[in-house]
């Protein structure tokens, strides 16, 4: 129950900043234009961000007044807010000055062979820091589980960002991942601490479906941030490796193929990919 709490809760933080404040992504400084050419905000991830800190500020005036079991933030809830936090900003910092010159990790590090830093690099470069420092937490094992975590935190934020080439697909991938580890996780410390971030996530879908506005790298790399911190936090070291190599695999995929055609050529998941899209999306 406490988990469906921070989903909806969640998810009611998005909704309320997108009625009470939609200044938030009208700021001509967010207009990009997306897949066909239609203008509209970008970055729409930073919903995500102010919602999780909205929910934590929440929960802890509600702990002072002594409502709840944990008056104060927990250490799962406060690497989640890091990573949130983390991820979102160099995520933010792509959106609105990356100029996408270079893409995928072979991209970057090229720009880079020619002496040129891109807000991509910074951005990957950026995330791996943050994960060393999430899983360099007081209590964790040092050495290999370091190095594997971390790795799973930021592969998982970076395929987060390598989905988001089509309205919704990052949100419903993410969905998919996050189901059997919300199941995995139950009611415990790790499942209660990624539910607000995943219900504000999933509460952005109709927008990002009707393309109203666009997850950005800010949200993506969030979403795939806390599925993998989820993952850090809550399974044991087989599951682990086992998700790690799946990561793995795809962003290997991504860098030799498109998504996008694997997904065009393959009916179930172009179904999936299109399901809920606008009419200009499925006619495509």
Known sequence: MTVVLGLVAGALAVVFLRAGAPQILASPV????????????????????????????GRAVLGALG???????????????????????????????????????????????HGRITTGFLKLFGGAGVAVVLVATPGFATGRRLL??????????????????????????????????????GGSAAGVAIAPAMGAAFA????????RLMLGDTGANVVGAVLGLGVVLGTG?????????????????????????????TPP????????????????
């Open 237 to 265: 070291e087989t599951t682990r490796l086992v998700a790690l190599g799946v990561v793995a695999a795809l962003t290997v995929l991504a860098e030799v193929s498109s998504f996008s055609r694997i997904i065009d050529a």
């Open 148 to 185: 594997v975590d971390a790795v799973l935190i930021a592969l998982a934020a970076n395929l987060g960002n390598l989905l988001d080439r089509a309205p919704g697909r990052t949100l419903k991938c993410a969905a998919v991942a996050y189901v059997p580890l919300a199941i995995v996780l």
């Open 204 to 211: 952005l879908l109709p927008d990002d479906l009707s393309e």
């Open 67 to 113: 409502v709840g079991d944990q008056p104060g933030l927990t250490t799962d809830r406060a690497l989640v807010l890091l990573a949130v936090f983390g991820f979102g900003l160099l995520g933010l910092l792509d959106d609105l000055i990356g100029d996408g010159s270079a893409r995928g990790f072979s991209g970057h590090v090229g720009a880079l062979l």
């Open 269 to 284: 998941l172009r179904f999936l990919d299109r399901l809920g899209a606008t009419a200009a999306r499925r006619s495509t």
């Open 30 to 57: 967010l207009a990009r234009e997306n897949y066909r050419g239609h203008t509209l905000a970008t970055a729409g991830g930073i919903l995500i961000v102010l919602a999780v800190l909205v929910v934590e500020a």
